[in-house]
């Protein structure tokens, strides 16, 4: 089964601070995923990746950059962390390019104090 | 991309046969339907997805009308884990664009 690994369950930063979420597939997929979830809202897209050293934005990339410096690893950065990026935030990640069989993470609570 | 509607909640008894609903009026003929599911805490998870055939996998069947205007997912058997959030999803079988979730159907199962 294809895992997908998020470095951190919860995490607790100061506003200001730069954060850094980490996501490592294991099993050779193209495209990768950055979602926060809300209560109320859903899923929304980040950005997204196709391929190693490609990203796309989401939905709602302000306040965040993403890097894909290998193909297993996709990486969500805060630059500034604000409170309103207080959140659930889930990585995916598929075999390109197919819609079925996207697979996420446990994803990472992220509070920001 | 086609629009779905879901009802926002369900109960269902546990071992009865869970069904959920999805209207996908809009759907256009190569857009397929696609279900996932978000278990309390955890990212979501594929369960199965079809064109207009019936389909069953170990998980669940997927019913979809002759005219393709709405489907039904069923849990045969629902159990205490399968209290989730069920997401339908329409979109063409392959595609760059990624999948966009919406509010799903909140499935609470009883003992």
């Known amino acids: 089964d294809v895992k997908v690994t998020q470095s951190s369950r919860y995490l607790v930063k100061r506003t200001g601070e730069k954060v850094f979420l980490e996501c490592v597939q294991d099993m050779d997929h193209e495209n990768m995923f950055w979602y926060r979830q809300d209560p109320g809202l859903g899923l929304r897209l980040i950005y997204f990746?196709?391929?190693?050293?490609?990203?796309e934005k989401g939905d709602i990339p302000e306040g965040y950059s993403v890097s894909r410096e290998k193909k297993e690893r996709f990486s969500l950065i805060l630059e500034s962390a604000s409170t309103n990026q207080t959140s659930m935030y889930l990585c995916?990640?598929?075999?390109?390019?197919?819609?079925?069989?996207?697979?996420f993470g446990s994803g990472t609570r992220l509070t920001v104090v | 991309d086609a629009k779905t509607t879901q009802p926002p909640s369900m109960d269902c008894a546990e071992g009865r046969a869970a069904n959920l609903p999805c209207n996908h009026s809009?759907?256009?003929?190569?857009?397929?339907v696609y279900w996932y599911r978000q278990i309390h805490s955890q990212g979501p998870q594929y369960i199965i997805h079809?064109?207009?055939n019936n389909e069953t996998n170990e998980m669940a069947s997927l019913i979809i009308t002759e005219d393709r205007k709405s489907s039904t997912l069923i849990l045969p058997h629902a159990t205490l884990r399968d209290t989730a959030v069920y997401y339908c999803i329409v979109r063409v079988e392959a595609g760059n664009t990624p999948l966009v979730f919406g509010k799903g159907t909140r499935l609470s199962v009883i003992a």
């Open positions: 995916a990640s598929r075999l390109h390019p197919v819609n079925y069989g996207y697979t």
């Open positions: 990746s196709y391929d190693v050293k490609m990203k």
């Open positions: 079809g064109l207009k």
């Open positions: 809009t759907i256009s003929g190569n857009e397929y």
